[in-house]
């Protein structure tokens, strides 16, 4: 209780330097906050995508019926299709009109007899896709062959990248962070070299004299993930209107607030490991 | 309870701070170290408190080899020694109480015990109507009076004063020696350093006299060699 005192004391007593501290923090938390966004939304898009139908085929006019479910079949058994959608000219139609219901000419020109009839795939696995393409275009009633492979898979590269670079900015921000905090809690400690030397003399206990220094960096990682986290939460709160009409008919929004406390539980548990390492090695290195 | 066995300092600067000084002082003594400035008084303190080693001979205090003592059981030795220092080291940024209160801080003592402590010790010197001043606000008597509060508010069995009248008019300077004489006379062994001859004269206490590091006289040894003489 006592260390929590003389902690809130040195921080109090240097406010600047306190300010420096949390800003750094801060700054390293909302990188780590949007990072965080970003990767676990790029992930649920990329896992939208891989469980829609991935491969549509397009049959041809004179396609039988019986030609079609043989080769509905012939996927099924190759185990490498999770659902198989038959949709029929009728239902083309049908999905024509209802996407079309505000256009009365697109409507009027179009029956069922120019629709296709269509196999909607979804792959087990994005790898899958390629397999199962190539099933579809060696058949003879296969008109065409449509699938999103590599919208996925340039997805998957960018959520690499963004990944990497991810990183490679929180493990330089926190390495910053720490520095500048060894430097700030450096500075405290040598301001109050006359005070740790009495402190000592009088029979103070080396963790006496550490403790309120290493609460103070833990302090200082708490308030900047709580404010980068605040204002990284609070920037996606107001951009998901437009985040949730860009991604239309992907379920991001609204975001749990379960994920968002689970991000901020993982953030304070990060900022208290990095507080207590700068703080403890400014200790080390300063109150020899 | 205290006893330099030969014991030498020599500072890194080369310079000696004492040289083969044997001393021994007992439980509840009342010992003025006199000499001039750089005779060794302080360096003496700073070997009982451990804040430095000697360079040979051994130190023991209240049965704790110094030269063995581990680094954690420093601040043990540290609660038991009562130091009046030379420049008071109080902490100018606290209160006459918070610095007081500072021994019973580091040592866990909880808070509603300490405070009663702290008031007692502070009406004892005299400087219970000054607890919530700071340091800046004191006279130098006063101060004097604080850094001895703080000194004993853990009732140690040893207080050092390092020429706690240096600064002090006569008057002052008697009202702290007696503060002091009380103090030892409940039970407290004081080592007292001082320049101030009329105070030693007239305190009838033993007198140990240093110069350039060296023990020249000690009037306790100088009573044993007459009582040895007498008795031949």
Same mark, same amino acid.
Do not use: C
């Given at each position: ?27 390293? /938390? ?6 965080? /966004? ?20 397009? /049959? ?76 579809? =275009?060696?058949? &003879? ?5 449509? /699938?999103? =492979? ?39 400690? !040598? ?20 403790? &309120? ?21 609070? !920037? ?14 992907? &379920?991001?929004? &609204? ?34 | 309870? #205290?006893?330099? @066995? ?34 060794? *008084?302080? +360096? ?29 059981? #420093? ?12 420049? %008071? ?27 009663? *402590? ?12 000054? *607890? @919530?001043?700071?340091?800046?606000? %004191? ?25 706690? $009248? ?5 008057? $002052? ?35 140990? +006299? ?18 040895? *003489?007498?008795?031949?």
């Amino acid at each position: 209780m006592k260390s929590f005192k003389t902690m809130w004391r040195n921080v109090r007593r240097s406010p600047y330097q306190a300010l420096a501290a949390v800003l750094i923090m801060m700054l390293t /938390f909302l990188v780590v906050s949007f990072f965080t /966004f970003l990767l676990t939304g790029s992930s649920k898009i990329i896992n939208f995508f891989e469980s829609k139908p991935q491969v549509t085929a397009f /049959f041809k006019n004179e396609a039988k019926q019986s030609e079609m479910d043989t080769l509905s079949g012939r996927i099924k058994e190759s185990g490498k299709a999770s659902s198989i959608k038959f949709v029929s000219k009728k239902e083309a139609l049908e999905i024509y009109r209802q996407q079309n219901k505000d256009d009365p000419l697109l409507l009027d020109l179009v029956t069922a007899d120019i629709l296709p009839a269509s196999l909607e795939i979804s792959a087990v696995r994005i790898e899958d896709l390629s397999g199962i393409s190539d099933l579809l =275009k060696s058949s &003879p009633i296969v008109e065409e062959v449509i /699938f999103q =492979k590599d919208i996925v898979s340039t997805l998957v590269s960018w959520t690499n990248a963004a990944r990497r670079i991810g990183i490679a900015l929180i493990v330089v921000l926190s390495l910053v962070s720490i520095f500048i905090m060894i430097t700030i809690i450096g500075i405290k400690i !040598s301001h109050r070299k006359e005070d740790i030397e009495i402190m000592k003399l009088i029979g103070a206990s080396d963790w006496y004299i550490r403790w &309120p220094f290493i609460f103070e960096g833990i302090f200082y990682g708490i308030i900047g993930a709580l404010i980068g986290w605040g204002i990284a939460s609070l !920037s996606l709160w107001y951009s998901a209107p437009f985040l949730s009409s860009f991604l239309k008919g992907i &379920p991001l929004f &609204p975001v749990s607030i379960v994920f968002l406390l689970v991000v901020l539980g993982g953030e304070l548990i990060f900022a208290i490991i990095l507080g207590f390492l700068s703080s403890f090695l400014a200790v080390l290195r300063y109150l020899k | 309870m #205290i006893k330099l @066995d030969k014991v030498s300092k020599q500072f890194g600067t080369g310079s000696l701070g004492l040289s083969d000084v044997t001393l021994a002082v007992d439980k509840k003594e009342f010992v003025f170290l006199v000499g001039p400035t750089g005779s060794g *008084k302080t +360096t003496i303190f700073k070997l009982l408190i451990r804040e430095i080693l000697p360079t040979e001979g051994n130190v023991i205090v209240n049965d704790w080899d110094l030269m063995r003592l581990p680094k954690d059981k #420093i601040p043990h030795l540290r609660k038991k020694i009562g130091v009046v220092f030379q420049d %008071l080291k109080l902490l100018f940024d606290r209160t006459v109480f918070e610095n007081v209160m500072l021994p019973l801080e580091v040592s866990g003592i909880n808070f509603d015990e300490a405070k009663k *402590k702290v008031e007692e010790i502070l009406s004892q010197v005299g400087l219970i109507d000054h *607890k @919530d001043k700071f340091p800046i606000q %004191l006279s130098g008597g006063e101060l004097q009076r604080a850094a001895i509060a703080r000194a004993l508010v853990l009732s140690p069995d040893i207080l050092l004063a390092d020429e706690p $009248t240096g600064n002090l008019d006569p008057a $002052t300077s008697w009202e702290i020696v007696k503060l002091l004489s009380d103090i030892n006379e409940r039970g407290t062994t004081v080592i007292m350093a001082s320049h101030n001859t009329d105070i030693v004269k007239n305190m009838g206490k033993r007198v140990v +006299t240093l110069e350039r590091g060296k023990l020249i006289r000690d009037d306790r040894q100088t009573e044993k060699k007459e009582e040895d *003489k007498k008795d031949k």
